[in-house]
């Protein structure tokens, strides 16, 4: 009709009215935390353990994880300032266990590459297809039998963060989340999860 009517066929639209339905949150997949021990298990290189604890422990997604560079690493406070969606910059911080294998990393590279990760021959900056392909990789070592994307350890992260008490204004400032509704998601997650081991349990 909205079509009709800007074409000239119809002089009203008898719809306009009609709010079109809102399409349905889609409930974030994350890992338990034997999945995350596994993955951790199945990490064979300093490369691959380095990759995987910042993910995990910055909640960054992909694409902010390949634009980094080393200098953006502040190890004294173990925080890297990131830039998200449209730019916005922001700050995320990475636990203890990340920052030792970050250290023995790039101590161990002797390349004269920006990039935080690079690609082990010929190193140059990772692409996303790449670092998809890296945890895709550990994610069949560790015999987990489902798809595990990058973007799970990110929906594990806040998981975490919510199970752990975290106020929600923090996790959305962290996650860089525009709005407050995003990060309200994993509170419900969380919350669903309850009722589920309640019924279980109980």
């Known amino acids: 009709f909205k079509w009709a009517q800007e074409e000239k066929y119809v002089s009203v639209n008898p719809v306009s009215t009609i709010k079109e339905p809102k399409p349905e949150s889609r409930i974030p997949k994350f890992l ?3 999945e995350i021990e596994l993955l951790r298990e199945a990490c064979k290189t300093t490369f691959e353990k380095a ?3 910042f993910m995990y422990s910055t ?4 694409g902010e994880v390949v634009n980094l560079d080393k200098h953006s690493i502040n190890m004294a406070e173990q925080s890297v300032i990131v830039f998200g969606k449209g730019k916005k910059e922001r700050e995320v911080y ?4 990340c920052s030792i294998w970050l250290k023995r990393y790039l101590e161990e590279r002797y390349d004269d590459q920006q990039a935080l990760f690079v690609t ?3 190193p140059h900056r ?5 670092m998809r392909y890296v945890i895709k990789q550990i994610s069949k070592r560790a015999g987990i039998n489902k798809c595990i994307h990058p973007h799970q350890l990110r ?4 998981t975490t963060l919510i199970n752990n008490g975290a106020p929600l204004e923090v996790i959305q400032n962290l996650m860089g989340h525009e709005k407050s509704e995003t990060t309200r998601v994993y509170a419900y997650l969380s919350g ?4 589920e081991l309640y019924k279980k349990f109980f």
């Open 192 to 195: 669903h999860l309850r009722r």
């Open 155 to 158: 929906h594990s992260y806040a």
């Open 94 to 97: 990475f636990n203890t266990r």
């Open 59 to 62: 909640g960054c997604r992909i």
């Open 32 to 34: 338990t935390e034997e």
């Open 120 to 122: 082990i021959r010929a």
């Open 126 to 130: 990772m692409s996303i297809a790449q």
């Open 51 to 53: 990759l995987f604890e």
